[in-house]
């Protein structure tokens, strides 16, 4: 739709990975939303740990439950990005070693989160869209699973609003480029959500955008509780400001109306290259209208009422299915 994506070779380096080389640029947690490699109590896998059929080469990024690494297959000669379920209050692992230590007190929660995230895992193995990262294995292993997922290259949605940020400019991106992209993320998305999982942690730096442009939503490490499951003892990791104020409440009820309303943050932040004001600072002061007012005068009206209804407080009041905000995204 309008111009073509402008990614180009000199942006990223398009270079196959050969033997065990993976240093090509790819799909990872933003290390800015990520804790940070801090977690003593629960060190990462060696380099060179074998892993299935596959070949830890380092530690990509580690938050509250889960390590990311990048690995190589002997067998197929690629590389992947594998996620390791590893809550970092929850389990002991020194330095060298593979399997962790549970507490006696922690074992039952441990156990629930493992199997609240091989569930996730095996529904993403499940989804085929051009537009959602590939889960293509579960490993079990060291007490634990692993997800091993496709190696992308490219660049953030996040790293590429910042690189076309322009000083005393208000609008960002063009609008054909947003809508092109999120036509296609609500495409992905809808299929996530018919297969009853929820996201909960959308944001620029979990969409990523291929060499040729086409976007992959990624990073479903917040995706703790699936639509309809009693699962209140594991809270959602989220992203202030891109966060529905449901998924502030350690009860609240979240659902796909949740996950709408961090696309609505998502188009803000692509406008204005900044996320909106956080959910709770909103219930007091809401400084959300005033802000797309003076959008408008960049924005169509069709963009910007879709942004609007997704950022509505009250969750009645958003939209409650994906596929049906992409009309209202299409070319008139």
């Not at 933003?30 to 740990?49: G, R, S, V």
């Not at 018919?194 to 939503?217: A, C, M, T, W, Y």
């Not at 699936?226 to 502030?248: H, K, L, N, Q, Y």
């Amino acid at each position: 739709m309008g111009q073509p994506f402008p990614v180009t070779a000199a942006m990223l380096r398009n270079r196959a990975p050969r033997s065990g080389d993976c240093s090509a640029r790819g799909a990872v947690p933003d290390p800015q939303d990520e804790f940070e490699l801090k977690f003593k109590n629960t060190a990462p896998l060696p380099e060179d740990t074998v892993i299935g059929d596959y070949r830890i080469l380092k530690t990509l990024s580690s938050g509250g439950f889960s390590i990311v690494y990048l690995a190589f297959s002997e067998q197929s000669g690629e590389c992947v990005a594998i996620k390791e379920y590893m809550p970092a209050d929850r389990a002991l692992r020194p330095a060298g070693d593979l399997v962790p230590y549970i507490g006696a007190e922690q074992l039952a929660i441990y156990k629930f989160g493992l199997k609240a995230f091989f569930e996730e895992a095996r529904i993403l193995a499940g989804i085929d869209h051009p537009n959602i990262v590939q889960v293509s294995e579960l490993v079990r292993a060291n007490e634990t699973v692993y997800m091993v997922m496709q190696f992308i290259e490219g660049v953030s949605l996040q790293e590429y609003i910042i690189r076309n940020k322009v000083e005393g400019r208000i609008a960002v991106l063009p609008e054909d480029l947003i809508s092109g992209i999120f036509v296609r993320v609500l495409d992905g998305l809808h299929m996530v959500h018919e297969r009853n999982l929820l996201h909960l942690d959308l944001k620029p730096s979990n969409i990523f955008l291929q060499l040729d442009g086409v976007p992959k939503l990624i990073d479903f490490g917040a995706a703790r509780r699936t639509v309809g499951r009693d699962s209140s003892s594991i809270i959602p990791m989220f992203t202030p400001g891109f966060a529905a104020p449901e998924a502030w409440e350690r009860d609240g009820v979240v659902g796909t109306f949740s996950d709408l309303y961090g696309i609505g943050a998502c188009l803000f932040a692509c406008m204005c290259a900044k996320p909106p004001q956080e959910a709770p600072s909103r219930a007091r002061e809401d400084l959300i209208p005033g802000a797309l007012e003076v959008l408008g005068h960049s924005y169509s009206p069709q963009i910007m009422a879709v942004t609007k209804a997704c950022l509505e407080l009250d969750p009645r009041r958003r939209p409650q299915s994906a596929r049906d905000l992409i009309p209202y995204l299409l070319p008139r």
